[in-house]
């Protein structure tokens, strides 16, 4: 059987109304609007109100994502969440997406990879359309990262944010034309030994609690830089193209210097790399598709563009997705 290629159709995004300034932070703990732009590039982030679960900004970027490809829900046969703060422990917040977009056919499930979620459930939904077994994919990265925040932390509480992503991918067959949107190559990894570094100290099996987020951020910042720009490289060689051929680079936004860390090492203008980090901070696996979302909005990320995509989570685990557009 000749492999379907999948094709992103449509994208949507959503942030809660709420925004929590810097400078309302550095009345909570012992930080400064200042610290926290030059030390991470962030002014900003969302919060989700007490009534919105990850599921209904989930839901609200996957209707937003339907609604630009021009496809109803009813043609969907897989929802994939990439969230690290589900609803409930179970079921998975995928299926509550589903059932609150009234699509009734298919299946549905969560990807737990923190921040790199996103690129993993892409790589995922790619190889459901590639085998026949999917045609349309609601790809989502969702989360409400601010529930899982120790508050009295300076070191954590300032960086993250509330937020969701979504993409439809479709199933077409093949043709000759080099050009054709698709996903071109994903390349996924992990390594277990560095949990300590960034964690969740909670969790149904180990404390029967929700945790809260702990990192060691200057050491995560290292292998970010790394990891990325290994796997940049990797992503590119498989596919056999140099790095100069991207049109657009669409990181996880974690960090403003991560960003510029990763194109400095790989001599990638800084012009070339998508970055909203300034306005919602880091919301872990909504991150990749909100910042490629709000570049296809304003006309930076044009269709028939190369786009590579890429994040490192807890886990570790990191990856990359090229696609044509
Ligand atoms: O999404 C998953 C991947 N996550 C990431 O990629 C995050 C990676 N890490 C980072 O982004 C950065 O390491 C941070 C933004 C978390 C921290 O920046 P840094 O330049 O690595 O700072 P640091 O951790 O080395 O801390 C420097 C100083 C410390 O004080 P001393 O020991 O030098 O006196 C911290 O206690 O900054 C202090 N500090 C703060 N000061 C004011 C830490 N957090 C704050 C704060 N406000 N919010």
Redesign the pocket.
Known sequence: MTERIARIAGIGAYLPDRILTNTELSKM????DD??RE??GIHQRHIAADTQLTSDLATQAAQRALDDAGISASDVDMVIVATTTPDNTFPSTATKVQAALGARTGASFDVQA??SGFIYSLSIADNFIARGQAQTVLVIGAETMSRILDWTD??TC??FGDGAGAMVLTGEDPTDDPKQARVLASYLRSDGRFKEL?YVDGGPSSTQTVGHLR?A??Q??RH?VNNIAESMTTICKQVDIQIEDVDWFVP?Q??Q??LEGVARKLSIPTGKVISTVADHG?T?AASVPMAFERAAIDGRIKRGDLVLMEA???GFTWGATLVRY
């Open positions: 703990v012992d930080t400064s610290w926290i030390r991470t923190v921040c300076r070191t300032v960086l960034l990192m951020g200057n995560v910042f970010a996880h974690a960090n210097r991560i880091n872990s490192l989570g807890g």
